[in-house]
Each structure stands twice: as structure tokens, then as C-alpha cells.
């Protein structure tokens, strides 16, 4: 079951990567992928850390929230 929770975890990553557009931005290199997740990893573990985590979540519910609503307007 544990297994089953983890795969499904990782798949739902890996849709919010395709979602943000990195997959096209990036060409689906693999490598370019990575590195640029390292960086944010980077940014979010640096001085402004908290101020970075938080524009990304307010960020990142304003951009749920819109796919909610053009979601209920069809």
C-alpha cells in the first residue's frame, strides 16, 4: 500500500512539472530539468528563503485557484 501511495505521490510531481510548462520550456531535457530544480531547491534553502517559499505558494494557489475557476466557466 505504502508503494502504491509513494507512485502515485511522485506521478503527481512529476504532472505539476508538466503543468508549470517546464517540460516544453526545457525541450524534455532531462538534465536541463534537473538543473533547474536544483536551482530552485538552492533559492529555497538560501538567506530570503522564507519570502521565496511564500511567493511561490501565494503563487502557486492564485494558479490552482484560476484553473479552478476556468474550469467551472465551461
Known amino acids: 500500500m ?5 507512485t502515485r505521490h511522485l506521478i503527481e510531481l512529476g504532472g505539476l512539472v508538466q503543468k508549470a510548462g517546464l517540460v516544453e520550456l526545457t525541450d524534455d531535457d532531462r538534465a536541463t530539468l534537473y538543473g533547474a530544480l536544483l536551482d530552485l531547491a538552492g533559492r529555497g534553502r538560501g538567506e530570503d528563503a522564507r519570502d521565496i517559499l511564500a511567493l511561490w505558494k501565494r ?5 490552482f485557484d484560476t484553473e479552478r475557476e476556468t474550469a467551472k466557466a465551461s
Do not use: L, M, S
Request: charged share 70%.
Open 59 to 63: 503563487r502557486g494557489k492564485r494558479a
Open 2 to 6: 505504502q508503494r502504491r501511495e509513494r
